[in-house]
């Protein structure tokens, strides 16, 4: 019986390419914020709309898993000593 495949990466499934990725935190913020405003304003289309929202929830997303890997990298203290966290193992990505 083969292996089951490991799952893709969260970021790979919320950005299948390079390219949607955002850049860093507060770029995707600032999308997100823009995306919000256009909602909000309805100077949208239905299908824009729905294209928007998805965008935003991806951004929401890796907003919000950059902010709990933040705050691991705070919390993992050895010795009084700030180390490097690396998130290995959820969502099987490392």
Known sequence: MPKPSKPAPVTQELFPTDADQPKD???AIQELEKLVADLEAGKLSLEESLVAYKRGVALSAYCQ??????EMQVRVLENGVLKDFKPEGRNGDA
Not at 65 to 70: I, N, V, Y
Request: proline residues 0%.
């Open 25 to 27: 935190f507060e770029s």
């Open 65 to 70: 898993r950059t902010l709990d890997d933040a």
